[in-house]
Structure formats: structure tokens, C-alpha cells
């Protein structure tokens, strides 16, 4: 079989965009940063509701900053980086678990202060 010029040209093309798509890392489009601010401010506002319906210690209110805190370990995995609705910015720090007022009396003060 005889190669001719425009063949193996484009065969070479071919082959680098073939290899340039192996390094493109899973996730890597833009849309997964607004994927993750959206479902990050979505789980926050749902950890408020449970904290002012059943208080900061309840169960609803646990298993909701469970979930939120599952949201921002994806987005961290993807993105190497968070979204804190809070604060309206992105954090590039894995700080979510610390040092972070989940609630700043967002209840009226039904959590014990004592």
C-alpha cells in the first residue's frame, strides 16, 4: 500500500487529536464549575431550612450538611475547588469542614448557646 503526502499527513492529524484527548482530564469543561456552584447553592439552601424547621442538631439538619458536604467533595474532585455561597466566591482550599458558621443564627437563635 503506497502512502501518499495528504494521507500520512493526515494520518499524524488524527493521531494528535486522538492523543491530545487522552489528556484532557474527566470534568474539565467549563460547565462544571456553574454545575457545582448551582448544586452547592441548592444543598446550602436546603441545610438552612432543615437548621430553622428542626434545629442545628437535628437529624434533618445533619443529614442535609451531610449532603452538602458530599456537593462540595464533588466539586472538589472535579474542579479543585468550591463554591461558598456564603461568601459568593470560589475557594481553592478544602476548608469546607473547618472553621465554617454553618448557620451565623440563621435560625433566630434555636440552637443552644449556652
Known amino acids: 500500500m503506497k502512502m501518499t503526502k495528504n494521507s ?8 494528535a487529536l ?3 484527548l487522552l489528556f484532557i482530564p474527566p470534568g ?3 460547565d462544571s464549575r456553574s454545575q457545582c456552584q448551582e448544586r452547592g447553592e441548592r444543598a446550602q439552601n436546603h441545610f438552612r431550612e432543615e437548621v430553622r424547621e428542626h434545629g442545628r442538631n ?6 442535609a450538611k451531610r449532603s452538602l458536604n458530599r456537593v462540595w467533595d ?11 455561597p ?3 466566591e470560589w475557594r481553592t482550599e478544602r476548608d469546607w469542614d473547618r472553621n465554617y458558621d454553618w448557620d ?3 435560625d433566630h437563635d434555636r440552637d443552644d448557646h449556652r
Request: glycine share 14%; net charge positive.
Open 28 to 30: 474539565a469543561s467549563g
Open 8 to 15: 500520512i499527513v493526515g494520518t499524524l492529524a488524527i493521531g
Open 18 to 20: 486522538g492523543a491530545a
Open 86 to 88: 456564603q461568601r459568593h
Open 58 to 63: 437535628s437529624r434533618q439538619a445533619d443529614s
Open 74 to 84: 464533588r466539586c472538589w474532585n472535579r474542579t479543585k475547588a468550591w463554591y461558598d
Open 104 to 106: 451565623r443564627d440563621g
